[in-house]
């Protein structure tokens, strides 16, 4: 029997339409799943998207007031992808109308706001879900189950980074994500808190860390009615407002099981155009992954392997998840199609009524490295990783 979920978001900009193409091919790709997404209502405050979201995606309806989302009946998942300052709000009506949530990273515009979305959550009892998509690379679930395997030995080493380019362009516009009034922390919460994710979902939870910022481009040229986006240029001789957030988050780590390693994350870096990437080290061997590279495993297991050096792991249909959007060993899967198996797997766990990995807990676990960070780079110490609480 099919399972229908009916499906309202919030946001249509790039990432609320990934979103969407995800919902649809779920049924193409994952037939076997037996869940159809239903779209039942988008909303967005650009009637042109709404437009956009109804006439090219399937929305049924679509209207400015995320409000009239929350209060239909046939719509059982809220998905977040607006702005991180609205996140707080939308979440916690969700929540409270017992709505399942699907939000976008970062979950709160700073860390105490994801304890309170959490506790609303908890309350409420409803299944959440977050967007820590690269998780969901075949080749990353298939290097997480060597490492729960033992494969590596004892783990000793992990250096993990997020570099991305999307700032490197000193005219890139002042947009929101620019500003911490409007999207809390900058890198620490735009693609760190995809590095911290990673890092714990591989080798365990951080115990202790010492972390440093930096604003490497202090001011921008100001936005423009329909200019607006970071992706966006202005002129040499525009008007110039600063930049509120950091551009650079870097620190030393050590987990709770002794291993140590690095995290670092800038989004105005020449030379990476989106590496979010790690390299881990053990007792036995070793692996590295990068997202620009998604396809492409290095391994090196000297035991197993009989050779004593790296060997380059092709993704293929034989690891999770990609024989039902490719065939055969060596083709290629993107982006979008990791978002499409973190949105199935989202939906299995609405539709069978379970606790979702990662949800609000999981962000909130890594909300609280992120918390330890700025306490590092304000204090310039050490700083234990403690549990943040909504009452914090």
């Known amino acids: 029997m099919t399972k229908t979920i009916g499906i309202g978001l919030v946001g249509f900009g790039w990432m609320g339409q990934a979103h969407s193409r995800s919902y649809r091919s779920i049924p193409t790709y994952f037939s076997d799943y037996r869940i159809t997404p239903r779209l039942v209502a988008v909303s967005d405050t650009a009637p042109d998207r709404v437009d956009l979201a109804m006439s090219n995606f399937g929305y049924e309806t679509g209207v400015a ?23 707080r709000e939308i979440a916690e009506a969700a929540a ?32 959440t879900g977050v967007g820590y998509n690269y998780r969901w690379a075949p080749m990353v679930q298939y290097a997480k189950s060597l490492i729960d395997e033992k494969r590596f030995g004892g783990l000793t080493h992990y250096r993990g980074r997020f570099f991305t380019m ?13 500003r911490q009034e409007e999207a809390g922390y900058g890198a620490l919460s735009d693609i760190m808190s995809h590095a911290i994710d990673m890092a714990q979902h591989l080798c365990g939870p951080i115990r202790r860390l010492v972390s440093v910022k930096e604003i490497f481009v202090k001011d921008r040229p100001l936005p423009r009615p329909g200019n607006q986006t970071h992706y966006e240029r202005g002129e040499s001789d525009d008007p110039t407002g600063p930049v509120t957030n950091e551009d650079y988050v870097g620190a030393l780590v050590e987990f709770a099981n002794g291993v140590r390693g690095t995290l670092e994350a800038d989004r105005s870096i020449f030379g990476p155009q989106s ?18 590279k998604l396809n492409q495993l290095q391994l090196y297991l000297p035991e197993e392997q009989h050779n004593d050096g790296f060997v380059e792991v092709l993704a293929g249909d034989t690891f999770p998840h990609q024989g039902h959007i490719v065939p055969g060993g060596g083709n290629s899967i993107g982006y979008e199609d990791m978002k499409m198996i973190e949105a199935l797997e989202f939906l299995r766990s609405v539709a069978e009524g ?28 050490w700083q234990d990783v403690t549990s943040l609480d909504v009452d914090d």
């Open 65 to 87: 007031d995320w409000r009239e989302l929350i209060e239909r009946d046939d719509i059982d998942v809220i998905d977040i992808t607006a702005p991180n300052g609205l996140h």
């Open 166 to 178: 999307y700032g490197r362009d000193r005219l890139g516009l002042l947009s929101w994500r620019y």
């Open 275 to 292: 590496s979010m990437a790690f390299e881990l080290n053990g007792s036995k061997g070793a692996m590295g992954w990068d997202h620009e």
């Open 96 to 127: 409270a109308a017992g709505k399942h949530i699907f939000c976008e990273k970062p979950v709160g515009i700073e860390p105490k706001e994801t304890a309170a979305m959490q506790a609303a959550a908890l309350q409420a009892g409803v299944i």
């Open 354 to 381: 379970r606790p979702h990995t990662p949800g609000f807990d999981v962000a909130l676990a890594n909300a609280s490295v992120a918390a330890a960070m700025v306490r590092s780079w304000e204090s310039g110490a």
